[in-house]
Each structure stands twice: as structure tokens, then as C-alpha cells.
């Protein structure tokens, strides 16, 4: 397993470090109210790993489920005890070669963005994911 690809990142202040191991089970961007709020851009771009493929150093802070640097602020990444989903953006390497194969709560994406091109849209979370809001997700597509 010594050719499995092994990503590094860190906090902003270089107080948290991460490593995620092989390729990641899926790749998202999410225009949701948590997400939006969460890392105060308008949408969040993650990929999620298996939680053992996920190693970090440093202290975090959390928040739920989400940790963060409680020196610089930075998010470290959403954990639970099947999965560690890590925004892209505090990978270490840029621009990585993780491209978005989903896009969710599109009707919350800002107009002047466009629809991420060959991504699945949902108007909410995944179908089959426990949502919140209790709304019926289903694809766009699938809509009309
Ligand atoms: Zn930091
Ligand atoms: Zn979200």
C-alpha cells in the first residue's frame, strides 16, 4: 500500500495538520445555511474520506461535529465516527485534482454563480442522508 495517495493539510496557522490516505469516497459543494455560515464563504467544497483513512495533529476546538483552529479560526474538518469530510480548500496542495460530483441546496447558490458543470444538483442534502429540514430531496433532474 506504499503507492496509496496521501494528502496533507493544515490551519492557517500551521497549528492543525491532517493527512487523508487514498482517494476520497466523494466530492461536494454545498450552498446550505450551515456551510455558508460555517466557513463564511457562499458555499462550501469538501471530499469525504473514510474516517480511518483521516489522521490529525494539533489541538482543534469543535463545534458539533465540525472542529476548527482555536489560535487562527480555520476549519480542520467535519468528523463522525464513519467519516471525515475535509474542505478542499485547507488542502496544502493547490489546485488539487478533486473535482465535484455533486452539488447541494442549489436554490441557495448565489445567482451569480453558475451550476458546477457534470455535477449532480440537488435542491437539498443527498437522498438517503438524514436532512434536517425533513424536505423530500430528490434530484433536480428528476424535476420537470
Ligand atoms: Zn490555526
Ligand atoms: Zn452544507
Redesign the pocket.
Known sequence: MSDTIRRTGSCLCGGVHFVVSGQPLRIGL???????K?GGSV??AYAVWPREAFEASGIVSSYGNRSFCPTCGSRAAWLDDDEAEVAIGSLDVAPTDLVPQYE??VGRRENWLHSFPEAEQFEH?RPGLPNADAVEPRPLSDVG
Open positions: 454545498c450552498h446550505c445555511k450551515d456551510c455558508r460555517a458555499f462550501s447541494l441546496w442534502d
